[in-house]
Each structure stands twice: as C-alpha cells, then as structure tokens.
Nanobody, 122 residues
Framework: QVQLVESGGGLVQAGGSLRLSCAASGRTFRTYTVGWFRQAPGKEREFVAVISWDGGTTSYTDSVKGRFTISRDNAKKTVYLQMNSLKPEDTAVYYC???????????????WGQGAQVTVSS
C-alpha cells in the first residue's frame, strides 16, 4: 500500500516558479513509476510528466517541455515537479500518482494523492 501527499501548490504570477512535492509512504515506493497529472476546471484530467522507478527515464507533455522538470529522491520517498515560467493556462489541481506500470494514461496508476491547487495569475 502506498499513500501519496502533494504539497507546494499556491498562487503565483505568470513567469514565476513553484515546486510541487509528492511524499509517499510504503516500503515499496522505490519500485513505482510516478506521474503528475493536472485537472483544470471544466476539463478532463491530463498527463503532465512521468518518471521511472530509478529516475532514469522521464517524459513530459509537449506544453510543459523546457519549463517543468520531474525528479525523485527514493531515499526520501519523494517526487518533485519543478515548474518554471508558469503560464495562466497551467492553472489546475495537480495530482501525483504511483503505479507499477506508468505512462501517460491515468488508468494504470494504482495510487493517487489528494491534489494540490496551482493558480497562475496574468
């Protein structure tokens, strides 16, 4: 069993930065792929970024490439999403998710956090 708790969300002006953290419990966390997803009001949940269990492989949706960076520290059981050059269209609730099988679709993930609000003002 893995429990995930996101933190680090907030209100920032366009062009600013935030770092989201996803803290996990559970001894097997280091074996899980972890993804970040987001959901804006009135829109479907969408993939943002994913990182493999060892941090060796990462992938991003096109709209955040070059601005967001996903990383993990398995010793701390934490995954991070560094978000730079934020835009108003990045405003959403951000969720982290963990699963033995990851990817860009939500279904394969077994565990989800409660979400963290990120609001970018223009």
């Amino acid at each position: 069993q893995v429990q995930l708790v996101e933190s680090g969300g907030g209100l920032v002006q366009a062009g600013g930065s935030l770092r989201l953290s996803c803290a996990a419990s559970g001894r097997t966390f280091r074996t899980y792929t972890v993804g970040w997803f987001r959901q804006a009001p009135g829109k479907e949940r969408e993939f943002v970024a994913v990182i493999s269990w060892d941090g060796g492989t990462t992938s991003y949706t096109d709209s955040v490439k070059g601005r967001f960076t996903i990383s993990r520290d398995n010793a701390k059981k934490t995954v991070y999403l560094q978000m730079n050059s934020l835009k108003p269209e990045d405003t959403a609730v951000y969720y982290c998710a963990a699963g033995l099988v990851g990817g860009q679709l939500a279904r394969p993930y077994d565990y989800w956090g409660q979400g963290a609000q990120v609001t970018v003002s223009s």
